[in-house]
């Protein structure tokens, strides 16, 4: 176990709808990565939150938006759904600021389908 | 770009044997850091090992080592004495020190009893 704890751990939404995706940090981490994983392959990076701000960003759509807050857990949103969107939203904290070999902590993902 | 290559799909090995999976990267940087990633059905990343860029010696964690070739950016990860618990998928990563994590396409990787 890593500390980093995703909600819900599986969701299914209609075409069109809105989701939230929750994550808590481990302990004494500042940093918060969100990374979308189709079904048989590598995770890709949808954006970073540091300090309350976006600190980064792939190639994602502006739909796609989060929120870090002050006790740096994180909210991804997804806005007008699509099918595409299914996939396994991973989510990982690291601690910006220490050495350079310390790793990010992932979670056990939010398994979203959407139908 | 950055890019991250895993060329082997899926692998088997018998229980005791070795094995090695590869994983090719492209950048420009000087200073970067590679993992390798296990995830096994339970879809929590685990960190297997890591390797920053600058240090020569290859890294060893118990059963795993890695070779690293940075002129090639070849990155393998050899597993000795393969248990029925090394059952999963691999990944490959890279990143420059952002925490942007770039990712291969994995290798499912099965021990046979």
């Known amino acids: 176990e890593t500390g980093v704890t995703q909600s819900p751990t599986h969701l299914i939404k209609t075409r069109g709808q809105q989701v939230t995706l929750r994550c808590s940090s481990q302990?004494?981490?500042?940093?918060v990565s969100w990374y979308q994983q189709a079904l048989g392959q590598g995770p890709q990076f949808i954006f970073q939150?540091?300090?309350?701000?976006?600190?980064g960003r792939g190639n994602f759509p502006p739909r796609f938006s989060g929120l870090q807050f002050p006790n740096y857990s994180s909210e991804l949103n997804v806005n007008a759904l699509e099918l595409d969107d299914s996939a396994l939203y991973l989510c990982?904290?690291?601690?910006?600021?220490?050495?350079?070999?310390?790793?990010?902590?992932f979670g056990q993902g939010t398994r979203l389908t959407v139908v | 770009a950055q890019t991250v290559t895993q060329s082997q799909p899926e692998m088997s090995v018998q229980e005791a044997e070795t094995v090695t999976l590869s994983c090719t990267y492209d950048?420009?940087?000087?200073?970067?850091?590679l993992f390798w990633y296990k995830q096994p059905p339970s879809r929590q990343m685990i960190l297997v090992i890591r390797?920053?860029?600058?240090?020569?010696q290859n890294a060893t964690e118990n059963r795993f080592s890695v070779n690293f070739q940075k002129a090639a950016k070849s990155f393998s990860l050899k597993i000795s004495d393969s248990q029925l618990g090394d059952t999963a998928m691999y990944f490959c990563?890279?990143?420059?020190?952002?925490?942007?994590?770039?990712f291969g396409t994995g290798t499912r990787l099965k021990v046979l009893a």
């Open positions: 302990s004494g981490h500042n940093t």
């Open positions: 939150y540091y300090r309350e701000e976006e600190n």
């Open positions: 990563a890279f990143t420059s020190g952002t925490y942007k994590y770039i």
């Open positions: 390797q920053e860029a600058y240090k020569q």
């Open positions: 990982a904290s690291s601690l910006v600021g220490s050495p350079m070999n310390t790793e990010a902590f």
């Open positions: 950048t420009s940087e000087n200073n970067y850091y």
